[in-house]
């Protein structure tokens, strides 16, 4: 099959809870989505309760589950926080952990050197053995272990650069709360059954369509750049997916003479996506995380700055059948439209006034 672009658009609204609020929960939305961004909880909140037909962003079913550890919160894609599913993040760790990103000259030239950083694999399993720490105590605990003063500065950076490899490799992960402060532990002590990171060429079988149950039709780079911006070696990420193709798990299709996969169990969903209409999503949203804002499918090239601002920040977007038509703020509700006006949005109006508890 040949599907459209708006056909693709169409598939992902659908599969990814926004089309009919029919999410069941943070850790179903999580496991679906492949990872929710995290790097501001709050948003993060507001991307499980808006999936749900009844949730808000503060009832607590996201701490509920990252309590029970059926929910997780490391950094996974592209180096940013994620709330990911806890029997899916092993995969997903796995493929991060496979690129060795932290094995280039470059980053190490920067951050840590290669020996610095295998003191540091052997020191975290020494200093999360016991309770939760904080980013502080972490860090002083990782020094003394590995004997390495100079990474003081590194370790107490709250970009994480150097604990990312660590959290890929499954060393580490965020703990539970202490007041307003960052914890982390082992993944090991806070996930019942933890398994440890599958082989990555195993991971890539589950984790690849995963990813394009929800944001697919896509090709093997748009997985890559949403996995490490662009960061997998090209000989294996095609591997990956030729293996696929071949056992008959993916089918390559033409979105608009592109060639990309889809899920050969999913084409007849593809076919009969129907229109979605209009969306308010929330910042971050996985939505347009998943494919990208340079995806001039769905964020018209030029309007990528009113999307994609300053300090990273991923505005909240108005969608038309899953393209981007314009943004909206939060606080006030006020509606940014790209080109003319928009149709009637009270029914999303009111599904955020209950996701952020806000009276009619």
């Known amino acids: 099959?040949?599907?459209?672009?708006?056909?693709?658009?169409?598939?992902?609204?659908?599969?990814?809870?926004?089309?009919?609020?029919?999410?069941?929960?943070?850790?179903?939305?999580?496991?679906?989505?492949?990872?929710?961004?995290?790097?501001?909880?709050?948003?993060?909140a507001q991307a499980v309760a808006s999936r749900t037909?009844?949730?808000?962003?503060?009832?607590?079913?996201?701490?509920?589950a990252l309590a029970a550890g059926t929910l997780v919160r490391t950094w996974a894609a592209r180096g940013t926080l994620h709330l990911l599913a806890a029997d899916q993040a092993p995969a997903l760790l796995a493929l991060l952990a496979s690129a060795r990103s932290w094995d280039?000259?470059?980053?190490?030239?920067?951050?840590?050197t290669a020996e610095q950083m295998r003191a540091l694999e052997t020191a975290v399993v020494e200093a999360l053995a016991g309770e939760p720490l904080t980013r502080e105590e972490l860090g002083a605990a990782l020094v003394a272990h590995s004997g390495h003063v100079d990474l003081s500065g590194a370790l107490g950076s709250g970009w994480g650069t150097v604990l990312k490899p660590l959290a890929w490799q499954g060393l580490l992960c965020h703990g539970p709360p202490d007041g307003r402060r960052v914890t982390f532990t082992s993944p090991a002590r806070a996930l019942p059954g933890?398994?440890?990171?599958?082989?990555?060429d195993t991971a890539a079988r589950t984790v690849i369509p995963a990813f394009l149950a929800a944001h697919g039709p896509a090709t093997p780079e748009a997985f890559d750049a949403w996995l490490l911006r662009g960061g997998t070696r090209k000989a294996r990420l095609r591997g990956w997916f030729d293996a696929l193709v071949a056992d008959g798990t993916l089918t390559r299709v033409e979105v608009d003479g592109e060639t990309r996969h889809a899920r050969t169990e999913d084409l007849d969903d593809l076919a009969a996506a129907a229109p979605v209409g209009l969306r308010?999503?929330?910042?971050?949203?996985?939505?347009?995380?998943?494919?990208?804002?340079?995806?001039?499918?769905?964020?018209?090239?030029?309007?990528?700055?009113?999307v994609s601002r300053t300090a990273g920040w991923i505005a909240p977007v108005v969608v038309d059948d899953g393209r981007v038509v314009?943004?909206?703020?939060?606080?006030?509700?006020?509606?940014?439209?790209?080109?003319?006006t928009l149709g009637d949005l009270d029914g999303e109006r009111a599904v955020w006034r209950r996701v952020l508890r806000r009276p009619g």
Request: hydrophobic share 35%; charged share 25%.
């Open 1 to 44: 099959m040949n599907p459209t672009t708006a056909q693709v658009r169409r598939f992902r609204l659908r599969r990814q809870f926004l089309a009919d609020r029919d999410g069941d929960g943070p850790v179903g939305i999580a496991r679906r989505l492949l990872g929710v961004q995290a790097q501001v909880p709050s948003a993060a």
């Open 53 to 64: 037909a009844t949730g808000t962003a503060d009832d607590g079913a996201v701490d509920a």
């Open 104 to 112: 280039k000259g470059s980053w190490q030239r920067e951050f840590a």
């Open 194 to 200: 933890w398994p440890g990171l599958p082989d990555p």
């Open 280 to 306: 308010l999503l929330g910042p971050f949203d996985p939505y347009v995380l998943g494919a990208g804002t340079a995806d001039p499918d769905v964020v018209p090239p030029d309007r990528r700055r009113d």
């Open 326 to 340: 314009g943004t909206w703020d939060l606080e006030d509700g006020t509606v940014s439209p790209f080109d003319g």
